[in-house]
């Protein structure tokens, strides 16, 4: 029970990354499409779908180490409850994003960098959090359905994505809205988590 509103921000979280990810990738895809046939085509495909990937995952690579002492720094519950706004922000930006250029562009990537960025400050405190809300013998189980519930998430994120910017048609900027409901969802449940003491002053 006490892991029940980080489940949830959690899964809306990885969720959110995932469909964004995506959508940012086959707006970049549908730009060189109209441009490039063939071999070229296929080459800038892939230019595109690893610039996305590229443009997420450096910020992980980079923030991670100085997320693990943010969270030892100030109360994991903190953390959680304030990057959950950030992802708020980030989705509702990228909404905006695809008002301004409904192509994508740099703006576009520039949230999913901040997607990345959420992404590694988040990851130490959800983690972090578990032996401090769960006596021993159940952080194995904690563990176990925290990964579940991500994993699941990444699938359905993944398989959503397209969807969610196919139904938004002519109004790419509405597939990011929906993603911002979402993050909302996420937000409100992060406030369930129970209030933890800082780790190191």
Known sequence: RPLQGLMIAQFCG?????????IVTLLGIQ???AEFTGAELEAATQTQTTLAFVVFTLPLALFSLVAGVLSDRVSKRTVIVQLK?????LMASGAAA????PAGGWLSLAVLAGMGLQSALFSPAKYGILPELLPHER????????EMWTFLAILLGTAAGGMILGASGSTPWVAPLVLTAISLVGFVASW???PVPLARA
């Open 139 to 146: 952080l194995a189980a904690g563990n176990s359905a925290l």
């Open 192 to 194: 369930s988590v129970p």
């Open 14 to 22: 990885a969720f959110n990354d995932n469909a964004w990810k995506l």
């Open 31 to 33: 730009l060189v499409a």
């Open 85 to 89: 706004a950030l992802e708020v922000i």
């Open 98 to 101: 695809l008002l301004v250029n």
